[in-house]
């Protein structure tokens, strides 16, 4: 209330400011205060301070026929008196704007009650007038500040500069931390550290008891290289979450004018230099044009154009009206924040009202998408479904994995990408295949069934020199049951795809045990592999039980798929149906095209049984010319049977 004229009650401003602005989670009543707990997002930097939150609740409470006006703080310039020697220098422009004043005749005492109160209340440990005065005006206006003990400082000298390896630096709370290249830090002009700046001090520099002159200084620092060494350090301080959030530029001075005023009165302190101010970009005004029609278009509600612009007005914004168009200059503390016509819609939307908005879904619009995007989600959805009504179940993993899976297939993790800044270790390594990952599927899931089948369709990364990593859709499937059952699978997939020059073969890969490792291949281009798990591999897993699989680079098979099979006129005469049997000396594949190429009227030929090392075979004869005798279907048998090695068995079906 001290910086805002209304007569709403806390729970009206909690109601109404949560409706339009920042959320009030909670409200209660301390003493004579009232304490609100507000959630704050990220981009409204300006509502973390209790000016920022009053500006705010002045113009939403008008919009409530709740008359509210903002105070903003009555701060007087002080005068300068420079009689104590002291210098700043910043010489490559590392901070954006630097304040500072010495002040002198400092007493050092309890801070008054409502000081001590309101800090508490807000989570902040109170410890005496001078450093309790900083963290009051970081509350109260938003920037955080700093408070030395300026006799510590024997060179009465600050230098801002980049930290050097090995640099070390010991915080006010004791802790030491080894300092990189990137971190900007305040040198006294020998070397010594004194300052992180933005984020916490040092204990070399702190004040104390004894304390009789200071330095109160305020920086507006590199946001991004607070970010990074707040983050890489560890070191999270409610100042370093403000610094890293770009605070506005101007409030480096209201906050030291504020801070001088406080000191003044608490601490019966003099300024005893001149007021430093080192600012070598100053900010640029910012504007954005806006048309009325534009507003309510994108709001979908029309609103009185001098409802509009007292909106803006309420929020700070200077407008300029020209016929239709709305020219909008941005006040510092959205500087950030609104740059372009889109948030002035969001401005004016919050602010008027999303519960006075109607629930109106707006008209579908059909994007058509390229044809490879869309024949690649066409594709997908039909996979998904054969794979889904023959009992797989879709799993969905990280597209990375931990070291440890890697090393459980012999994978070399020099090989794969690395996130550097991962947020766990099992999630570390961007995958170059699906079936580590599906195989740890099987073993997390195994004593919930006896039957287990996944798939996964996901990308893949590989490594490009002086380029981003190779993004590569691959289909994988994994399971429990059988060889048999696998190939099934492929085969069954390829069928649903209507795919028909596929061959398979023996093949290599250090996934799969050799004996049961085979290659997939359309035309003569290879598009996968399959097989079982090798034993050494499963062991590591601890799987209880074999696993089988096979991954497929998606983009093959969808780019070789017809939606419908290839034409075939039927034969109008009759079929004749023979067995062959025939001792598995060689792949059921070779075993298929030989019998093709020996008999032009065999139009099917598919495995019936199987019995040790014996294939039971049923073949169909046919002719789309004329009907086909048993006879002339057997003399096609016997070609087979003299091509094929092995004792054969025959016999009509």
């Not at 930097?45 to 000016?51: L, N, P």
């Not at 959205?334 to 939307?349: C, G």
């Not at 005798?629 to 068995?649: F, H, M, P, R, Y």
Request: aromatic letters at 8%.
């Amino acid at each position: 209330m001290e910086y805002l004229d209304t007569k709403a009650t806390p729970a009206q401003i909690q109601e109404y400011l949560s409706l339009c602005g920042p959320s009030v989670e909670r409200i209660e009543k301390t003493g004579g205060d009232w304490i609100y707990e507000i959630e704050i997002t990220s981009n409204r930097i300006d509502t973390v301070s209790v000016v920022g939150i009053a500006r705010e609740a002045a113009a939403i409470l008008n919009r409530f026929n709740i008359p509210a006006r903002f105070k903003p703080p009555q701060i007087k310039t002080p005068a300068s008196n420079p009689i104590l020697p002291f210098v700043i220098a910043d010489p490559k422009h590392l901070c954006n704007r630097l304040m500072a004043v010495v002040m002198d005749q400092v007493t050092v005492l309890k801070s008054p009650e409502y000081i001590k109160n309101r800090l508490v209340a807000a989570g902040i440990r109170s410890l005496n007038n001078l450093v309790d005065i900083t963290n009051y005006v970081m509350l109260e206006i938003g920037h955080p500040s700093h408070v030395f003990d300026y006799d510590r400082i024997k060179t009465n000298n600050f230098l801002i500069r980049h930290a050097k390896a090995g640099e070390k630096i010991t915080t006010l709370d004791e802790k030491t931390y080894d300092l990189y290249e990137n971190d900007i830090i305040i040198d006294d002009g020998t070397g010594r550290v004194i300052d992180l700046p933005g984020i916490m001090g040092t204990a070399n520099s702190i004040v104390t008891d004894q304390t009789k002159k200071i330095v109160f200084f305020i920086e507006s620092n590199n946001s991004v290289a607070i970010r990074r060494s707040s983050m890489t350090h560890g070191i999270r301080t409610l100042a370093a979450s403000i610094n890293e959030k770009y605070p506005d530029i101007s409030l480096v001075q209201t906050a030291l004018y504020r801070g001088i005023e406080l000191f003044e009165t608490l601490a019966n302190a003099k300024i005893a230099s001149r007021i430093f101010d080192i600012y070598p970009s100053p900010r640029q005004n910012n504007s954005v044009n806006v048309g009325y029609r534009y507003l309510c278009e994108r709001i979908g509600v029309d609103i009185p154009k001098n409802q509009v612009n007292n909106i803006l007005k309420d929020l700070g914004f200077g407008i300029r009206v020209k016929e239709n168009i709305i020219e909008i200059d941005i006040p510092s503390y959205r500087t950030h924040d609104v740059r372009q016509p889109e948030d002035i819609v969001e401005e004016i939307a919050r602010i008027y009202g999303y519960h006075n908005i109607p629930s109106q879904l707006p008209p579908l619009v059909y994007l058509k998408q390229p044809e490879d995007t869309e024949r690649l989600f066409q594709y997908q959805q039909i996979i998904k479904t054969f794979l889904k009504h023959n009992g797989c179940i879709e799993v969905m993993n990280y597209s990375a994995c931990s070291r440890e899976l890697l090393d459980s297939f012999n994978l070399r993790p020099d090989r794969h990408l690395k996130i550097t800044n991962t947020i766990s270790e099992d999630i570390k390594y961007l995958r170059q295949s699906l079936i580590p990952s599906l195989s740890r599927n099987i073993k997390d899931n195994e004593g919930y069934r006896p039957k287990l089948k996944f798939f996964e369709i996901a990308k893949t990364y590989l490594p490009a020199d002086k380029n981003l990593p190779e993004e590569k859709f691959k289909i994988g499937c994994a399971v429990n049951t059988s060889f048999e059952d696998l190939k099934g699978l492929i085969d069954g997939l390829m069928n649903e795809l209507n795919i028909k020059d596929v061959q398979f073969k023996a093949g290599k890969n250090p996934v799969f045990a050799p004996a049961m490792a085979g290659e997939i291949l359309i035309g003569k281009t290879r598009v996968g592999f399959f097989g079982k798990i090798a034993s050494i591999h499963a062991a590591r897993l601890r799987l209880k039980s074999d696993v089988f699989a096979f991954e497929l680079d998606f983009t093959a098979p969808v780019s070789n798929a017809r939606l419908m099979p290839a034409y075939k006129p039927f034969s109008p005469f009759a079929n004749i149906h023979l067995d062959l049997t025939v001792v598995h000396s060689r792949p059921f594949a070779e075993i298929v095209k030989i019998a093709k190429q020996k008999a032009a009227h065999l139009v099917d030929i598919t495995l019936k049984d199987a019995y040790k090392n014996n294939l039971t075979l049923h073949l169909v004869f046919a002719s789309l010319a004329q009907n086909l005798t048993e006879k002339e279907a057997q003399k096609e048998l016997e070609q087979i049977k003299k091509t094929l090695s092995g004792d054969v068995k025959s016999g009509r079906s």
